[in-house]
């Protein structure tokens, strides 16, 4: 059974820093590149970043560029993303999908994901 779980999530003041983590189960990150969405409260979901499954190719929004690091262990079959300099704007659930594939490029339409996890929540605010 394809698993994902999301962990890491909380509040923080604007500026400040959040690691996410998005730990698979009954699957492995050789197979499968990963995506993270947000969704903010009245807003549709949106693709922050992904990375591929074969070499950890890495796609950013740019909303996101230059704050954002994603990465994964392959040894704990965990993705995480690192959120640096926070904004307000960035307060949303986010959540973690996979895409079945072994590419050398990951994907953030929703349509090719073939599992979620249930999303943590964010929120950036002084």
């Known amino acids: 059974q394809v698993q994902l779980v999301e962990s890491g999530g909380g509040l923080v003041q604007p500026g400040g820093s959040l690691r996410l983590s998005c730990a698979a189960s009954?699957?492995?990150?050789?197979?499968?590149?990963i995506g993270w969405f947000r969704q903010a409260p009245g807003k549709s979901r949106e693709g922050v970043s992904c990375i591929s499954s074969s070499d950890g190719r890495t796609y950013y929004a740019n909303a996101v560029k230059g704050r954002f690091t994603i990465s994964k262990d392959n040894a704990k079959n965990t993705v995480y993303l690192q959120m640096s300099s926070l904004k307000p704007e960035d307060t949303a659930v986010y959540s973690c999908a996979a895409m079945w594939g072994i590419t050398d490029y990951c994907s953030l339409n929703p349509l090719k994901m073939v599992s979620w996890g249930q999303g943590t929540q964010v929120t950036v605010s002084s």
């Open positions: 009954g699957f492995t990150l050789d197979y499968y590149a």
